[in-house]
Every structure is written in C-alpha cells, then in structure tokens.
C-alpha cells in the first residue's frame, strides 16, 4: 500500500497551504499490478492522467492523492481481511495529513474501490484514532460501484454486479475471490446499520456507466434525494469511465460532468468557511497577558474546598460561569484553562473527541470584537471545520435561505438571526462530539445581554444528548441581568481565590527590584522587623482584595519610585495613601500626573476615548499642528519617512511618561506586517515598518470607563480639536503614500498574501481602518476623515472646508471619480454609508464634490439620494456654487465633451429638484438653468425620455423664464402644463 501525492498545491508562488484533500482509490487489483492505481484514472492513448494533469487547473487549492494496494489479499475469502485492508487506507491518510488532520476531505473512488472507502469510513467510526478523517470527509465520488442494499433482492443484484465486474478483467480472478463476489460476504458490514446510518453525512456524486451494464444503474446510486446525491450518466464503459482523453469529444463531455460536480462539492463547503472566517475576527486572545509562573493552580483542585472546575468537567452540567470584579484576571484565567491541557484530559467524553472552541469580547477592539455575531461565526466556523456532516447541513441551510431570500451567503451570514438558526440545526447534525466552549467577557459584548443569555443558555442546554454535547464556559463582570440568568450554574468568584497568587506577584516583583537595583541599606533597614521590601509587599496583599489590576498598578509606582530613588518614607506614605478601590486608584494616579505633563496626558486620552483602536503612527500624527499636514507635498522621501518614525518613537516616550500606565504601546500579535520585511529590505519599504504595528490602549477597560467620566473628556478646554486632529492626521497618512498606490484595485487574496509585493506595509496599515473591506486601497483614511473626525464639530468650518479641499486634491490626482468610488464601496457593502456627520453642511460639501465640474460620469442616485437624506442641501453655496450649479456644469461639460447625453442627466436633476432645489440661480456664462438645459437638447426630440416631466419639475419649482431666451420656451411652458 502507499498514498502518492499527485499535486500538493506548489506553483509559482511556492508551496501554499491546500484547503481540501482529494483521494482517489482504485478498484480490483488481484494480480497486483505496479502500475494500476495510475492505469486505472490514466486513459492509455494520449497517456492523460486527468487527476495529476487537469484537476489541479480547476481546483488549485486542492491536494490531489492517489492511493494504490494490493486487493489480492484484501479481496480474499476472509471477510477480515478486507476490513484489515479499510485500516490500511485509514493509516495511509492518517500519516498524510498530520499536519492539518481537520482539512476537509473528498475521497473518489472506482468500482469496488468506492467499496473499500465506506468500510474505511465505518472502521473510522468505530476507532479513535481514525475519527478526524471521519469528520473531515464530507464528499464522495463513485465511479459505478455496486452498492448493495437492505433486500435480499439487491444483495443477489451486488454479488452479481461483483463478479461481473471480476470477469470482466483482461486477467484471471482467482476462485476464493470469485467466491467471495458471488456471495458478497466481503460486505456483509457494509449492508448493515453501520453505513445505512453514516450515509446521510455526505455530499455524494454517483456515475454510472451510459455504454454497457456491468453495474446497473440501480446498483451504482444509492436512490437519495436531490439535494444529498446527484446521479451523473457517463457515456463510456464501466472501466473506461474515469479515464478521459482531452482529444476526443466524446471524454471532453465527460470529464465536463466529473469536473463540475467536483467543482460543486470544493467550492460549498470552503467558501461556507471562508465567510464565516471573515466575520469570526478575534485577536484579543493574543493580546491577553499569560498568568505569572505557577499561578492558578488552585483551579485544578476537585475537593470540597476547590473552585469546582474539574467537577464540573466531570460532570454533565452544561455552564460554569467564572466572574469577579474588574481586573481581577477573569480574562487570564480564561486563556489559561483553554490553553491547559489538563482542561481536555478532565473532560467527560463517554469516547466522543473534544472539540475546544474559544471566544474573547473585547470592549476596546474593533466593532466586530465586541459583536455577538462574531462569536456565533466562531463556534459555527470551528464546529464545521471539525465535522463535515455538520458543514455540509450548513451548506444545505444556506443554500437554500439563499434561493428563498435571493442573497448571497455571506450577506446571510451577517445576520444575527440567520446564525442563531444555523447553531440550532447543531443538534440535529447527528455529530458524534464532545464540544467545549470558553467565552470571556460577555459583559463587554454590545448588545442586550438578556437577549443574548436568553439564547445561549436554552441552546446549550438542547445539545446534551447521546451523541453531542456542548458545554460552556463562561465568564463575565457579575452584571444583573446576567447574575440572574447564571447564578443557578456552578460558578467561581475569580478574585476570592487569588490572594496567594497575588502574594507571589508581589514578592517576586519587588524583591526583583530591591535586588536588580542593589538599594542596600535604604531597602534593607527594618520597619516593624520586617525589611522596606516585606512591609511594601505585606501592605499590597492586603490591600488588594483579589484584583489583580490593582495590585498590578500599585506594583508598578512603587517601582518607579524605587528607580526614581524615593526614601522608604516616601514609599510607605505613597502606598498607604492609595485606596483599595480601582476607580479610587485611578482617581489618584491621575492627579499625580505633574502639571507640565497634564495637557499631554488628557489629549491623548481623548485621542483613544474617540477612537476604539488607534495605531502610534495615528496619534502622532493627530497630535501634530494641522497647517503641517496642508503643507506637506505628496510622495514623501525615505528621510521623511525615518524623521516620522524617530518622532513616533519620541511620541511613544512621551506617552508613557505623561499617562502614567493608564496608556500603553502594544506591539500588535495579530499584525504581521513588520515581520514580513528584513532589515536589508528596509530601505525598500519604508522605515516606518518598526511603529506601524504599535498600537495605542487603555490598560483596562475600567480604565476607559474613568477616563471617560472625566469633565475634559466631552469638553475641549485645552487646544487640540479632535475632528481637526484626525482629519489633518488622515491627510498626513494619504501624503505618505503614492500616488499610484491610491485606489488600486485588489482582491481579498493581494491583502493576505505574503508574497503580495504592490501591497506595501503602509498600504496595509492604512488598511486597517477600512471597515467595509472595499476593494480600492486608501479607503481607510479617507474613511477616518469622515467618520472618526466628526465628533463633535469643535472647529471653524471654514478650517475643516480647507482640509476636505486638500483631501479632494490628493485624491483627485490619483483618480478623478474618487468620490463616487468611496459611496459606492459604502452603498455595496452596507446598504447605507459610513459617513456619519454632525453637520449638514458635511453632507453638502461632499455633495457638491461628487457633482462637481470634471467628473467623468453622470452621479448615482443611490449616491444623491442616500446624501439628500442625510441632510445634503442642494442650495448652500460651495465654493460659490450650489450643488444644482454644479449639476449643471458637469452636465455641460461631460455633454460638450460628447461623454453623456443630457437624457442620461434628467433623473439627477429631478432628484435635487424634489429635495428642494431653486433652479434660478444664473449658471454657465451666467445663463438659466433652462437656457444650460435646452443648449443641449435636440429640439426635434425635446419630449422625449423623461426631458417633459424635468421641464414641467423646473417650472413647478419656480423657475423664472424670461420672453427673449428662445422662441419656443413660451411653447415649453404651455405644452407641459397638459
């Protein structure tokens, strides 16, 4: 037996990651021919091996295998044998995909090879050693292979339908074999429960054979539905029909039906995952800090005078729900028990594998951090690429919500409601699994918590069955509504059992630094018999009352005063003097700040209050005079580039003095972007590949809540105006790009791929802001301006009008229509924009810039409308003129310029015209909108395509018409009154 890899996924770009596994498995062998495996699907003409030779260029992202055995002693007259034979190819798999055992999975096979594949996927049942591969396939392809069934009736049919298959072999079958045919005794386990049970969790493709009837057609389907089994003829004979020479049409129809139905069973299930990939965003695991050495272990004690984890995993209770008060390390707890191995090894599991899934809110992070949606994305992502049965009742679901609501699948994705529906079908999969779920934080989760323990809760509680169950791990801050709806659940109040983990904490933080540093006799001088160092740490514990984030804090000031050589005096007195309560605490850190460094403090506060995550280029840059971003020329040099990252560098060191901790610069685990370019390649890319994967954070939430609170954080007494800070900030960053680098269009797969050389680290940092994923790079500061930056208008008008101008200059140097692409990309992904605004006249002034002179296509009323209902007013001047004007000139000079006709600008004007639009205003060499108007139309055909209705709109609107204009405008104005 071996497994030979056909096409393992290595192309020009070097070896990628596959995301299915084919594996074809030939039929009858019995003189063990070398050569048959490869005969079998290789059409011996043209020498074409359709499964090495033209698969690959349909399913690039598949591995191709080809199993080859020896089915003399696997065909035998003991029925064992060919079951030991099933174990063969079990193993052979098992080998192959030990690196991604979970990759979904197609098996193929032909004749009595499909045979051989169901009772390797039964024996995969039965062992546990085989069960990834048995949840992992979920598509199989049978090539006229005899499938018996229930009666008596079509088990005579099988027998026969073998030995035909045997006789018809170019070479002697030997007489046990024959034997065994004829009775179909090798099978006897296939036509029982075993299979009858496992064949609904497969996508299964049959053919059978158009020319001949060695296996007839009853025989070679197993009869299902439609939407279980397709049933494919193929015009060719039993062994010729899965070979296929590209020369002749008839084969080329052929392999047409086999590479579409394989095309059909790789694209539902990847693309399935691929969407809820996209919104199962969660990087906060990595940013959660590990516990500190041999902390936690109480957490693994199951007496009586333990916490009741391990009772809990031992049990068939369903939730466990861990809370505390703020920073009391709920999160690093959570992160320690999913991570332990010791979790798994407690778990009951009555032989089911466990399946452990996680989920951490993150109330700071982006929108999708804090999601419910996100979270169910993840369980519904993880649960199917575990168990294929369960990915393809999903893929079912889907598909046919898709047909009923006309959407694409990952716009039904993105509903709530549609993912709830997809979680309840779990229980109805028939999985065989034990799942284990961690979610941390569900109090920062938005939404009605009540709303969503009201499902959770019943869901988990449905899944506790013979076969599946699920069971959940929780933890949040002890809120009401959830108090109320967990309490009758085993539960551990996290900061009662904490304190001699924080007393290591403590002692190991401290007498580091009393050592590192060599205080001597300072240090070292009794208080009470106890040395500085024991009294400082024996005061922390004691005052701790099981926060960590507290203790945390306090810790870290008594080590700057350590460093900053403060007496034992002045450390005791410091510590005494801070409170036992969080907000307390912060309350006092923040008036320590000194004065010179308050006003820095507060506008760097106020720069992460407005933005949930804000990178260390951002604030920099934000915190710099805006006449600087209106003066900088596009195209920076590399000098520039290596001054702002010095700078930021400088802005980092300032941040950490003047927010005293509350504040700080994390490296970003998830951002990879640096890590791509070596220092050789630096020069290359940009010096900024050292600060762009920094990010600016409050240390904890509770931190944002104070800071939040405080007066100065919803008023702007000190200098800085936020909106002008981000809207000169997000100018900086555009300037720092190319031009050619702005609005190039890209796919998902540019984004992500490593190899990807258009996509320069800072197109990617500028990326991440772009929260509609638009296919045009540079969306994302250009998003920031005008949403981020309206909060609230602190600043003249006539200012942030100076910054939008400049911003139209970049972008209209790179593409004219840029404003049409940013709405659009806005309207496709959301079906509204993300332009939120504090002023109408926002609205107008983009307004206006999307219908303004020079534009290359007549505006989208999706576009018009959608900023008409935002408060757009088509009469408030802009730079002079009105949006109506500015219709008007785009209409002349895209029609003079032969690029429209003026129907194709009749709807527009209506639309500003039924949102209040005053069409008297001179325009165009001073002339009326008439007179613009009928310079344009032909007058043989005036009436036609909507131009009555728009003359009758113009008049109904007040439109002045003076006698001299034209001869026939007193003729315009009689025939549209009828």
Request: charged share 25%.
């Amino acid at each position: 037996m071996s497994m030979k890899v056909l096409y393992d996924r290595t192309g020009p770009e070097e070896s990628l990651n596959p995301t299915v596994d084919i594996v074809a498995v030939h039929g009858l062998n019995p003189t063990n021919r070398d050569d048959h495996a490869v005969a079998t699907w290789t059409d011996s003409k043209s020498g074409h091996l359709w499964l090495r030779d033209a698969l690959p260029d349909s399913q690039p992202s598949a591995r191709v295998l080809l199993y080859s055995y020896n089915s003399s002693p696997a065909l035998g007259s003991d029925k064992d044998r060919f079951i030991f034979q099933a174990n063969d190819l079990l193993e052979c798999l098992r080998l192959n995909r030990r690196k991604d055992p979970n990759l979904p999975l197609i098996m193929v096979g032909h004749s009595l090879g499909g045979i051989l594949i169901k009772q390797a996927l039964i024996n995969a049942q039965n062992n546990p050693k085989y069960k990834d591969i048995k949840q992992a396939t979920f598509g199989l392809m049978f090539f006229g292979t005899p499938h018996s069934g229930p009666t008596n009736d079509l088990q005579v049919k099988f027998g026969k339908a073998c030995v035909g298959i045997a006789q018809s072999m170019p070479w002697k079958v030997s007489n046990d074999i024959m034997e065994a045919l004829k009775k179909g005794s090798l099978f006897s386990d296939i036509i029982s429960e075993h299979w009858r049970h496992q064949l609904e969790q497969y996508q299964i493709i049959s053919f059978y054979e158009g020319v001949g009837n060695l296996v007839p057609r009853e025989s070679a389907v197993f009869g299902l539905d439609g939407r279980r089994e397709n049933q494919v003829k193929l015009n060719a004979t039993h062994r010729n029909m899965c070979r296929f020479n590209p020369s002749v049409e008839k084969d080329r129809d052929n392999y047409f039906l086999v590479e579409g139905n394989m095309a059909d069973l790789c694209s539902k299930y990847p693309k399935l995952i691929d969407s809820l990939k996209a919104l199962s965003y969660n990087p906060r695991f990595h940013k959660i800090s590990d516990q500190h050495q041999k902390s936690l272990q109480w957490m693994w004690n199951d007496g009586e005078d333990g916490p009741g984890f391990v009772k809990w995993l031992k049990s068939d209770v369903p939730i466990y729900w861990i809370t505390g008060l703020p920073g009391s390390g709920k999160s690093t707890l959570m992160k320690y028990l999913y991570e332990n191995p010791q979790t798994q090894s407690y778990t009951s599991t009555n032989d089911r594998t466990v399946t452990i899934i996680s989920y951490f809110f993150h109330e700071l992070g982006t929108s999708k951090e804090t999601s419910f949606k996100s979270l169910l994305a993840t369980i519904l992502e993880v649960l199917s690429t575990s168990f294929s049965t369960l990915a393809s009742l999903l893929v079912k679901n889907f598909v046919e919500l898709k047909k009923r609501m006309k959407n694409e699948t990952g716009e039904l994705l993105g509903h709530e409601i549609y993912l709830k529906r997809a979680l309840e079908l779990v229980g109805q999969s028939g999985v065989f699994g034990a799942i284990l779920l961690f979610v941390d934080g569900l109090d920062e989760c938005s939404g009605d918590h009540r709303q969503q323990l009201q499902f959770l809760v019943p869901w988990i509680q449905s899944t506790q069955g013979e076969r599946l169950t699920v069971r959940l791990c929780l933890s949040s801050r002890p809120l009401p509504e959830i108090e109320l709806r967990l309490s009758s659940f085993p539960q551990c109040r996290i900061h009662e059992w904490t304190a001699n983990d924080i007393s290591a904490y403590v002692r190991d933080k401290l007498g580091l630094t009393g050592k590192t540093l060599a205080l001597g006799d300072q240090m070292l001088r009794k208080h009470h018999k106890r040395t500085t160092v024991e009294y400082l740490t024996d005061t922390v514990i004691e005052k701790a009352q099981g926060v960590f984030l507290w203790v945390q804090l306090v810790v870290n000031n008594l080590i700057v005063g350590i460093e900053e050589g403060c007496s034992d005096t002045e450390l005791r007195d410091c510590l005494n003097s801070l409170p036992p309560e969080l907000e307390s605490l912060y309350a006092r850190i923040f008036e320590q700040i000194p004065m010179d460094y308050i006003d820095d403090a507060m506008i760097y506060f106020k720069l992460a209050l407005v933005r949930r995550r804000i990178g260390l280029l951002d604030v920099h840059l934000a915190t710099q005079d805006p006449e600087e971003a209106l003066a900088r020329e596009n195209q920076a040099s590399y000098e520039e580039h290596l001054a702002l990252q010095i700078a930021c560098t400088r802005t980092e060191t300032r941040l950490k003095s003047r927010c005293r901790g509350l504040l700080q610069v994390k490296q970003s685990e998830t951002d990879k972007t640096a890590s791509k370019y070596t220092p050789s390649k630096m020069k290359d890319t940009t010096p900024l590949v050292s600060v762009i994967g920094k990010n600016v954070e409050f240390l904890h939430l509770s931190v944002r809540d104070y800071i939040a609170s405080k007066p100065f954080a919803t008023c702007a007494f000190f200098e800085l105006r936020v909106d002008v800070a981000f809207m000169a900030s997000s100018i900086r960053l555009l300037k720092l790009l190319q031009p050619d680098q702005l609005f190039q269009f890209h796919t998902w797969a540019d984004r992500v791929s490593e190899s990807a050389s258009k996509f320069s680290p800072l197109m990617e940092y500028t990326e991440k802001d772009n929260n509609y994923l638009s296919q045009f790079s540079g969306f994302g500061p250009i998003e920031v301006f005008f949403s981020d930056a309206w909060v609230p208008v602190e600043s003249p008008r006539s200012y942030q009008r100076r910054l939008l101008a400049e911003l139209d200059r970049i972008c209209i140097f790179a593409d004219k229509s840029w404003h049409s692409l940013y709405l659009e990309s806005a309207l496709v992904c959301y079906g509204e924009s993300p332009v939120r605004v504090s002023s109408n006249c926002w609205n107008t002034d983009i307004f206006c810039l999307c219908l303004a002179y020079g534009l290359d296509t007549v505006p989208s009323l999706d576009i018009l409308r959608l900023l008409l209902r935002h408060g757009a007013n088509p009469n408030e001047v802009f730079d002079e003129k009105t949006s109506w004007e500015y219709a008007l000139l785009a209409m002349a000079h895209l029609v003079a310029n032969c690029r429209e006709t003026p129907k194709n600008w009749t709807e527009p004007l209506m639309v500003l015209l039924e949102h209040g639009a005053i069409p008297n205003r001179k325009t165009v060499d001073s002339e009326s909108a008439l007179m613009v108007i009928s310079t344009y139309l032909d007058e043989d055909n005036w009436l036609l395509d909507g131009t009555k209705e728009l003359v009758k709109a113009l008049i109904h609107s007040g439109l002045d018409m003076e006698q001299d204009e034209l001869e026939w405008v007193g003729l315009l104005q009689i025939e549209v009154q009828f």
